[in-house]
T-cell receptor, first 115, second 110 residues
Framework: GAVVSQHPSRVICKSGTSVKIECRSLDFQATTMFWYRQFPKQSLMLMATSNEGSKATYEQGVEKDKFLINHASLTLSTLTVTSAHPEDSSFYIC???????????FGPGTRLTVL | GQQVMQIPQYQHVQEGEDFTTYCNSSTTLSNIQWYKQRPGGHPVFLIQLVKSGEVKKQKRLTFQFGEAKKNSSLHITATQTTDVGTYFCAGGNTGNQFYFGTGTSLTVIP
């Protein structure tokens, strides 16, 4: 299966700063990547679908100006949390869809803590 | 929007007992996937079901997709301590986006 990495694995930042999270598909060219958010002891919530070379598609209720997604290449998608606030503290996970569209491979996640 | 619920939210079983988690969608699904997430880890893909009424088995795990493609179940026979974790279903729509269920946290007591 596809190997997906995320960087950083953990980040602590001050309120009001912006944080960039990278998601890389190491051995697979991914035209589509997905970004999820998971609060403690809760389920994963799909935030947006990242499409290589085009604008991301955001789920209802997710602010596109706050969560900027850039999918500039077939192996890299970035999520930037702009002007982060404590309520943005969460576990952010990306995923890559397999070639046959019947599997999904998740990155290890990024734990964001906003002070 | 699409809602996917799972029951129970938590389940404690003695090692060797069986375990079942049920997944229900508010809308008809194109397909459904199941994942396992260990504490502190990320979701690991287990299986995908596509056909109405489909049943798939992986060793002690049995996955079922309902006839109406709105519900699914995961059954584990004779649980082991290695089965501990949270099991999520994820319902897929025609746009190939997946919406995760609320999850069932399984604890296996040795």
């Amino acid at each position: 299966g596809a190997v997906v990495s995320q960087h950083p694995s953990r980040v602590i930042c001050k309120s009001g700063t912006s944080v960039k999270i990278e998601c890389r598909s190491l051995d697979f060219q991914a035209t589509t990547m997905f970004w999820y958010r998971q609060f403690p002891k809760q389920s994963l919530m799909l935030m947006a679908t990242s499409n290589e070379g085009s604008k991301a598609t955001y789920e209802q209720g997710v602010e596109k100006d706050k969560f900027l997604i850039n999918h500039a290449s077939l192996t890299l998608s970035t999520l930037t949390v702009t002007s982060a606030h404590p309520e943005d503290s969460s576990f952010y996970i990306c995923s890559v869809r397999g070639t046959s569209w019947d599997t999904q491979y998740f990155g290890p996640g990024t734990r964001l803590t906003v002070l | 929007g699409q809602q996917v619920m799972q029951i129970p939210q938590y389940q404690h079983v003695q090692e060797g007992e069986d375990f079942t988690t049920y997944c229900n969608s508010s809308t008809t699904l194109s397909n459904i996937q199941w994942y396992k997430q260990r504490p502190g880890g990320h979701p690991v893909f287990l299986i995908q079901l596509v056909k109405s009424g489909e049943v798939k088995k992986q060793k002690r795990l049995t996955f079922q997709f309902g006839e109406a493609k709105k519900n699914s179940s995961l059954h584990i026979t004779a649980t082991q301590t290695t089965d501990v974790g949270t099991y999520f279903c994820a319902g897929g729509n025609t746009g190939n986006q997946f919406y995760f269920g609320t999850g069932t946290s399984l604890t296996v007591i040795p």
